[in-house]
């Protein structure tokens, strides 16, 4: 079982977006997401920085994947898509149909992201046809759906969203720019101030979610460290840690290391069992 | 412009039609769509019955396959399309990409509609279902501004359905999580967002908790006109507040009462009505205001203007009584 880290969801200042990267540079990581994949609005890092961050990351030997937008409402976004499709460098990420469009249209190979609808094998096959070389199992679904897929082994690899909050959807409006009394077009990049997203709990105190702009992302922490080795003889390629800091890139390192960890108290595991998402199984 | 209405049965069904809808969408009692609840939908038999009475009276009626098969459930979705074909319905609903593709090929006469919950928001998605399936229509997501539709539409190699009334989904449809991190259902896989049995409401004092799967998503008091739990109309608290609030939206309805002109402009085919899940009365009310104000658009659409007393009958039946024109609206967003 390989490790991989998946792309940034927050939006982090643009000096702890490099430094972060600097460190996943030194890391033992072999594969690499990245790229802005929840707002068109957080310029800060642009395209291009992230170009430059995927040619130091093949520098020091990994391998590289630029990952795209999850929900593209404008015309505007899509010849923007379009090149980052066409880089000629780097296999992409489609997390909307509109890159699968795009990446079949120019014959690029790519990876379908966890926010593309595969729920089957047929579905998974028809985007093999189309250049699939790689997909993300979508969050909500479980180890046993997963061995299904996988037999008999496909052409493609399987990955799993391992570790990390989980993305469990997108809107039009942005939650946090709503929540600072903000309107999304004057938004002041509310959500820079929120390295983690905000913190949603239940009038009980209850971690329910986490909003990140116009994304809503699970409180707990998903957790399948426990799993590993069963996804490893289902025939899953790779383990993804989504990192929300700096603390993740050591998370990825122990695992490659072949250190084993105990579930944390607060992490979630359900749809691993296919009960529901936020529940933590023993 | 046609009015597209929601039939959970066969009495919301003449109820639609009696009213004014020019076709109903219905759905198969199983888990093949995605408002898959206890005493709605159509058996085969029934779908006949629906049929029958649809073509008497020359409108249309579509069926909705526009759930995800599961491996090895395959065939059951297969079959629902197998029998929508032999039904002589007007078009199917579909999402998944797999059916889309079953569809195609074995019944390329059988026009395909593109379901909302493939989640299809802009030109590259709309352009590439066309050309691999040869989709007829697409349901557009309620995530697009009113701007970003008639943007669309301009170019839409397909024709364009929109959401007019009902309740309000803020997340991009068929990408929405929220309910099977709660529950372990969704409507993606089990059919219904935020299932009935999973849902229980405590009173306490003045207060009535609504929990859903145990998980206290409002409290609210007794008196207090609330909508259907779903997670993202909960009431919750953040680590700066106190008070707790409706973070993501509150109980409301979409309504588009106001938007019938810059929609006919832009050159939508088709408003849908949401509420498979709710009764015939319901059905029959919503469809007469909507059937109203068409009618009143097409007599003179310079002076068409929404009226006060349609707006009042359709805020009863929302929910929280009030309605939005939701992600339509920029400032909503």
Redesign the interface.
Known sequence: MKISLGPLMYCWPKSDVYAFYEKVADSNIPLVYLGETVCTRRRQVKWSDYLALAKLLQASGKQVVLSTMALIENSSELPELRKQVANGEFMVEANDMAAVAIAQELNQPFVCGPSINNYNRATLDKMATWGMQRFVMPVDLSGEWLRQVLTPSPSYEAEVIGYGHLPLAHSARCFTARLKGLTKDGCDIACAQYPRGILAQTQEHQPLLRLNGIQTQSASCCDLRQQLAQMETMGVSWFRVSPYSQDCISVANALIAGETAPLTADACNGYWFNEAGMRRVV | MELLCPAGNLASLKAALNAGADAVYVGLKDDTNARSFAGLNFTPQKLQEAAHLVNSCKRKFYLTINT?????Q?KRWYQAIDLAAESGAHGLIV????LL??AHQHYPELPLHLSV?????????L???QQQFNIQRAVLP????IK?VK??AK?SPVDLEVFAFGSLC???E?????S?????E?P??GGSCSPARHVRWQEQGNSRLTRL?D?????SGINEQMGYPV??K???????TEA??F???SPTSLSTLDLIPELAAAGVVSLKIEGRQRSPAYVEQVTKVWRAALDKYLAAPERYQAQENWQAALAKVSEGQTTTLG?YE????
């Open positions: 995800f098969p599961q491996p090895g395959e999402a998944d990409i797999s593709d079953y919950q493939a989640s299809a928001t802009n030109l590259a998605a352009s590439f279902y309620r995530v697009l501004s970003q943007d669309l170019t803020i997340m991009a068929g990408r929405c999580q929220l099977s991190y709660v529950t372990g969704s993606n896989s799967n998980v206290l998503i409002d409290c997670v993202c909960g009431r919750y608290l953040t680590e700066d707790p609030q973070l993501l939206e992600a920029r400032s909503w967003q």
